[in-house]
């Protein structure tokens, strides 16, 4: 199961008992935040994409959403997500608990500018009811990032 993967990564890092499971569903940003008790911004939502073949995976700021034209500048190409029943074997977490933590070799992790603005996040935990709540320099150490990126626009900027 994956939520283990991610406790057993986190227990190595003595970091376990920030773990937080839910009676309730967190698999979406409104879940999550409702949780939580907390602003849906501070949700650190993890997309799925494939580029070139290769899994991808991008963290950014719950009320964010790709921008096409960065992430084709920055990948060069267009951003394809990952279909839901390719996550879990390409990533090792499923739809609704996908998180940066534990995932498969050869998974790269890129970080979006729009977290930088929060003290502290929350991202999955590799189920559909955990999260875990992380300070921005925590995030980058557990999730073996490759680097930080701008790729995304505010949801309601495009409304």
């Not at 986190?10 to 907390?38: N, P, R, W, Y």
């Not at 070139?52 to 921008?67: E, H, Q, R, S």
């Not at 929350?122 to 490759?146: D, M």
Request: proline letters at 3%.
């Amino acid at each position: 199961m994956s939520i283990e993967k991610v406790r057993n990564y986190f227990k190595q890092c003595g970091m376990e008992e920030k773990i937080q499971e839910f009676e309730v569903s967190s698999a979406t940003v409104a879940l999550a935040a409702q949780a939580l008790s907390c602003e849906p911004c501070r949700i650190a939502k993890t997309l799925s994409f494939s580029v070139n073949g290769a899994p991808v995976l991008i963290v950014t700021a719950g009320d964010m959403k790709i921008d096409n034209s960065k992430y084709k500048a920055y990948f060069g190409t267009k951003a394809k997500m990952l279909k839901a029943d390719e996550v879990t074997q390409a990533v090792g977490h499923s739809v609704g608990g996908v998180c940066p933590f534990a995932v498969n070799d050869g998974v790269k992790v890129y970080l979006d500018d729009s977290l930088k603005r929060f003290q502290t996040v929350f991202p999955a935990c590799g189920s559909s009811n955990s999260a875990i709540e992380l300070t921005i320099p925590e995030l980058e150490r557990y999730s073996a990032f490759v680097s930080w990126i701008d790729v995304c626009k505010s949801v309601a900027e495009s409304a």
